[in-house]
């Protein structure tokens, strides 16, 4: 089993920052990806960013070069660093985490973007 704990979500400007954060807990030691996901009002879930174990990183094309994942595995972190925020990026965000064939959810952490 795996937990995990999301924070740093919040309201800010278009054009601003926002930092979230991922803690992981449990049988850490076979997480392989780690990822961040988002779910806008009305519509489906969808991939942000993820990083391997190894640190190879893949983005959403929307979000390229304005958000940045890192991970921490000393600390058993992963982070979004969001940049150049848009009202479009609003949504809940969800870590996840992938361990095997099983993938770990957070419980979301709400991020709005003003215009």
């Known amino acids: 089993q795996v937990q995990l704990v999301e924070s740093g979500g919040g309201l800010v400007q278009a054009g601003g920052s926002l930092r979230l954060s991922c803690a992981a807990s449990?049988?850490?030691?076979?997480?392989?990806?780690m990822g961040w996901y988002r779910q806008a009002p009305g519509k489906q879930r969808e991939l942000v960013a993820v990083i391997t174990s190894g640190g190879n990183t893949n983005y959403a094309d929307s979000v390229k070069g304005r958000l940045t994942i890192s991970r921490d595995n000393a600390k058993n972190t992963v982070s979004l660093q969001m940049n150049s925020l848009k009202p479009e990026d609003t949504g809940v965000y969800y870590c996840k985490a992938r361990s095997g064939r099983r993938d770990y959810w957070g419980q979301g952490t709400q991020v709005t973007v003003s215009s």
């Open positions: 449990g049988s850490i030691f076979s997480i392989n990806s």
